[in-house]
């Protein structure tokens, strides 16, 4: 069964610092997708990675992924307020048309 | 136009009682799905439809029963709620082409 660990569960961290979050999955997959959540909203797209060696940016967010130790990042690069949020890592099933999602980061960045 | 639609937003109940959740999606996507997010944040898959067909059907007490009329709707009814039911649940689409869309989500509060 597939099962999707991230860590740290939870990240405070000040303003201008950069940080990691790191996301372990268990079998083989299709795609590896970010997702952030503010409190009581829905789930935002932030990227899907498809290949060995993908790397996306977006802002102070980048990504990457390593399909042979099964792992993605999530780098913040001199964090700002406004990132504050949960972080979901969610793989791709392959075949089984689902995603299953890591437990969430919660990050909270302090000024 | 929303992708991901679903009614209500807010769901207040007593004990006992059945509600129903709709979902409606304009992508066009074959695949729609339902997810349960617990108090811990965690997100976990309940069904999922592919082409108003049952694929996935995980584990999930009888009492919740999904109905998909079309490929474009998938709506969740659920029988004598408890108060474990309290959840948010997030009604979900995809396509052929890599992406999940998610709806806003419904807050359910059984009391």
């Known amino acids: 069964e597939l099962k999707v660990e991230q860590n740290p569960l939870f990240l405070s961290m000040q303003e201008g610092k950069n940080y990691t979050i790191y996301c372990n999955y268990s079998?083989?997959?299709?795609?590896l997708y970010w997702y952030r959540q503010d409190p009581g909203k829905s789930l935002e797209s932030l990227f899907v990675?498809?290949?060995?060696?993908a790397v996306k940016q977006e802002g102070r967010l980048m990504a990457s992924l390593d399909t042979k130790a099964r792992l993605s990042t999530l780098h913040i690069t001199a964090a700002v307020h406004d990132l504050s949020a949960t972080y979901f890592c969610?793989?791709?099933?392959?075949?089984?048309?689902?995603?299953?999602f890591g437990q969430g980061t919660r990050l909270t960045i302090n000024p | 136009d929303t992708a991901v639609s679903q009614t209500p937003k807010y769901l207040v109940t007593q004990m006992g009682n059945d509600k129903s959740i709709k979902c409606e999606q304009n992508?066009?996507?074959?695949?729609m799905y339902w997810y349960k997010q617990d108090s811990k944040k965690f997100l976990k898959i309940m069904f999922s439809?592919?082409?108003?067909?049952?694929?996935i059907n995980e584990t999930v007490p009888n009492r919740f029963s999904p109905k998909s009329p079309d490929k474009a709707h998938l709506n969740l009814h659920i029988n004598s709620l408890e108060l474990g039911d309290s959840a948010v649940y997030f009604c979900?689409?995809?396509?052929?082409?890599?992406?999940?869309?998610f709806g806003s989500g419904t807050r359910l509060t059984v009391v």
């Open positions: 969610a793989v791709d099933h392959a075949g089984a048309q689902k995603l299953v």
């Open positions: 439809y592919n082409n108003k067909e049952l694929i």
């Open positions: 990675l498809l290949s060995n060696g």
């Open positions: 992508l066009g996507h074959d695949t």
């Open positions: 079998t083989t997959s299709d795609r």
């Open positions: 979900a689409s995809s396509g052929r082409i890599y992406g999940y869309t």
